[in-house]
């Protein structure tokens, strides 16, 4: 390689780095600002221009009157309880489902997996007036299982299992059945271990969308007691008269969890060399 192809390979990795540094900032920039404002004092002026990201006089009182004020922990614990069962529960039925549809043989097989894929299309929009006169009618309104409902099981998490299914090397499955393994037997002990990571993945999703859901239990819950942390957050803005600073404060409380179990376990969320999507 001659030094001047040296010089413009050396540039095109530097101006591709600073293209990508240039996008990490911009998408970057809302959460630091809102971190920003968090932190900073009834007398800073949070709308400035241009906006001032280090807070002159840093403070935690914000976060202090904002747990203070309202039942933050309550909130807390409502969403850490709904979105853990959701999990559970979305884990343990999207791979009862998709277990059939990628290691059993029967009519009709590939037209239910078809069907269940095209429903990713339809916006929850159209179905949420269904679902809440469903919830309605069979006692879950107002109810930690009624906001779990919708999300006991999805089409991308039946995908991704039967995916991952599909993948575990058929002699693992003869192996079983010839050592007298059930069906059930085979599901759990088997082939549930083997597509582990694509379980985490799963979760991480699931947690992540039903950690941070606002629309569902805003329409399914009125007891405050039952309100999670994106419906606590809401109530800041008519409590304390649209302050931006306990409003940032209230948020980043609850996106803080998120933020920590994505950065444990985005290891995860990979592509490995055969395209799976998961990471053995």
Not at 212 to 241: M, N, R
């Given at each position: 390689m001659t030094n001047l192809q040296h010089h413009q390979s050396r540039l095109q990795i530097l101006g591709m780095y600073g293209l990508l540094g240039a996008i990490a900032i911009l998408t970057l920039f809302p959460l630091l600002w809102l971190i920003s404002t968090s932190l900073k004092s009834p007398t800073e002026n949070i709308l400035q221009s241009p906006p001032q990201l280090l807070p002159s006089q840093p403070t935690l009182d914000n976060f202090s009157h904002v747990w203070q004020s309202l039942p933050f922990a309550q909130y807390l614990y409502n969403s850490t309880l709904v979105a853990?069962?959701?999990?559970?529960?979305?884990?343990?039925?999207?791979?009862?489902?998709?277990?059939?549809?990628?290691?059993?043989?029967?009519?009709?097989?590939?037209?239910?997996?078809?069907?269940?894929?095209?429903?990713?299309?339809?916006?929850?929009q159209i179905v949420m007036i269904p679902l809440y006169i469903l919830t309605v009618q069979i006692g879950l309104r107002n109810t930690y299982l009624g906001m779990i409902f919708p999300s006991l099981a999805s089409a991308f998490g039946i995908f991704l299992l039967r995916q991952a299914f599909m993948s575990v090397p058929k002699e693992i499955e003869e192996a079983a059945r010839m050592d007298g393994s059930s069906e059930l037997g085979l599901w759990w002990f088997i082939m549930l271990p083997a597509i582990r990571p694509a379980l985490v993945t799963l979760a991480i999703f699931v947690f992540?969308?039903?950690?941070?859901?606002?629309?569902?239990?805003?329409?399914?819950?009125?007891?405050?007691?039952?309100?999670?942390?994106?419906?606590?957050?809401?109530?800041?803005?008519?409590?304390?008269?649209?302050?931006?600073?306990?409003v940032a404060a209230g948020s980043v409380i609850s996106i803080a969890p998120v933020l920590v179990l994505f950065l444990f376990l985005q290891r995860y969320i990979v592509p490995t060399e055969t395209g799976s999507g998961v990471k053995g």
């Open positions: 853990l069962l959701t999990v559970a529960l979305n884990l343990l039925f999207c791979a009862l489902a998709a277990y059939p549809l990628a290691r059993l043989s029967f009519w009709g097989r590939d037209w239910i997996f078809t069907a269940i894929v095209a429903t990713i299309m339809i916006p929850f992540i969308g039903s950690w941070s859901d606002f629309l569902w239990p805003l329409i399914v819950i009125q007891d405050e007691s039952l309100y999670t942390l994106p419906l606590g957050v809401a109530k800041l803005a008519g409590t304390f008269s649209l302050d931006w600073r306990l």
